[in-house]
């Protein structure tokens, strides 16, 4: 195996290696100038807070815990309101809370916020009408109208994605820190636009027996639930524009390593993990717990090398491997990564993502994702890391708190007809607010059957 030399990494090391997905810009006096005022800005999270993460996340490791991490495929600039932030929040605290009551165990809520600004793309260019321009990667780097003047990369909007990120930080911390997590003001968190009568009636049983449960645990124990297990909350977002990455990258003296402040837990996209590659490169230098997309291309020595050059030290907490096969694949795919791991003897914490193997293009030419697949992905998901002896710690959902129609089915039964209402991603397909919500009480009420048909083969 091979022994990473982290002696001579620091922060820019990557640009000795091939970096993919990086957008070309015109001026590089202009980009080096944005980059170094980013270097010399504020940190937009601290050492302690990410360290305080990756305990959490080798708790869930270990299988005492359960990771939701979710939100857009890609934040805006323009969605960067208070309401359209307090509704993200709310739709993932919903979910946590349904998943606590089914689960039985601690969620650790991680968003793909502040800071989710830069895509990759499966092509550099666009053509349209014969008119050939670059991609639209993200806010972060360019615009999405299509002119040769909004497609150029624009070092400024580097600056400007940091701010929306420190923005959108600042308000989720604040929300938090008011008490807006705390599981005994749920009512905090009500959308007003769940509709669906069923949904809702589940959703506040739910509300109701944790409700109950706290008070029969602070009646007994004569104490309250400790605020801090209640109401902590992470951010998280693709590693993927490594000047960005870069910039807010620091080296911590106390802590005698180097941290990503720009988040708690960045992850390396599909289309960046090569292992001789820039993002591997980057971030095995960072103290943060970092997560890996798998997908099927990925095979045994490839996963294998990135698991033992990603954490040489096997440090719990510190690799998140994030599979996402579809639901047609996974069933081949799952059980090959979870062996070709164990024969690495590393732990890692497995969450499954059940959005990116399942995206289609239906009848109208919408890029969408169907609910049945989504479920059906998560529940071989979980039954093939439980017939292995393996834990599926954790889900990774791209979801909006909006009443969007972006993908098909669900209690509403969403057709691909209704795509055209309420179409507004402009990368990839979300759950609105009530398709999240019934997939985590799915998640919730089949972990439930699962534990009582356990029960039932293991009673005398
Ligand atoms: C994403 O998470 O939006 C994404 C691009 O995923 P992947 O890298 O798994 O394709
Ligand atoms: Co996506």
């Not at 793309?121 to 349209?128: G, I, M, Q, Y």
């Not at 960005?244 to 390593?257: D, G, H, K, L, S």
């Not at 988040?263 to 960046?272: A, D, K, N, Y």
Request: glycine fraction near 8%; charge should be neutral; aromatic fraction near 8%.
């Amino acid at each position: 195996m091979r022994s990473p030399d982290t002696t001579s990494w620091h922060s820019a090391t990557w640009q000795t290696k091939v970096a993919q997905q990086q957008p070309t810009y015109a001026d590089p006096k202009a980009l080096e100038g944005a980059v170094a005022h980013l270097s010399r800005l504020p940190p937009i999270v601290v050492s302690w807070e990410i360290d305080a993460l990756r305990e959490r996340l080798a708790a869930a490791q270990r299988g005492q815990a359960f990771l939701l991490q979710g939100g857009d495929c890609a934040e805006t600039f323009a969605d960067c309101e208070s309401d359209t932030i307090a509704k993200k929040l709310k739709i993932l605290l919903q979910m946590s809370l349904v998943l606590l009551h089914g689960l039985k165990k601690p969620i650790i809520r991680v968003g793909r916020m502040a800071g989710q600004y830069a895509k990759p793309r499966s092509v550099d260019t666009e053509t349209r009408n014969g008119v050939t321009l670059p991609s639209y990667r993200g806010d972060l780097v360019n615009r999405p109208e299509f002119t040769a003047e909004a497609r150029a990369a624009d070092p400024e909007l580097l600056l400007r994605g940091y701010e929306r990120a420190a923005l959108t930080l600042n308000f989720v911390r604040a929300l938090v820190d008011g008490g807006f997590a705390d599981l005994h003001h749920p009512e905090y968190w009500d959308l007003g636009f769940m509709k669906h009568a069923q949904l809702k009636d589940a959703y506040q049983h739910i509300v109701n027996s944790i409700g109950d449960a706290l008070d029969f645990f602070e009646g007994i124990s004569g104490r309250g639930v400790a605020e801090g297990t209640l109401a902590d909350f992470y951010a998280s977002h693709e590693g993927l524009h490594l000047l960005y990455e870069q910039a807010q990258t620091r080296f911590i003296p106390r802590q005698n390593r180097w941290y990503n402040l720009s988040t708690h837990m960045p992850w390396i996209g599909m289309r960046t993990a090569q292992l001789d590659g820039a993002h591997v490169e980057y971030m095995r230098g960072i103290s943060n717990p970092i997560g890996v997309k798998v997908g099927t291309a990925m095979d045994s020595t490839w996963l294998q090398g990135l698991v033992t050059t990603l954490n040489p030290q096997n440090q719990p907490g510190r690799l998140t491997l994030i599979h996402r096969f579809g639901a047609k694949d996974i069933e081949a795919s799952l059980p090959r990564a979870i062996e070709a791991v164990r024969q690495t003897g590393q732990a890692v914490l497995w969450i499954c993502d059940p959005m990116h193997g399942n995206t289609e293009t239906a009848a109208g030419g919408l890029k969408t994702r169907r609910f049945e697949n989504i479920l059906k992905e998560l529940d071989l998901a979980f039954r093939i890391h439980a017939d292995m002896g393996s834990y599926l710690g954790g889900v990774h959902i791209e979801l909006t708190g909006e009443d969007v129609t972006e993908c098909t089915g669900g209690a509403r039964g969403l057709t691909d007809a209704d795509l055209q209402r309420a179409y507004r991603s402009s990368v990839d397909p979300r759950l609105n607010h009530e398709q999240a919500l019934e997939l985590a009480m799915l998640i919730a009420e089949r972990s439930q059957t699962r534990r009582a048909d356990k029960r039932a083969s293991t009673a005398p």
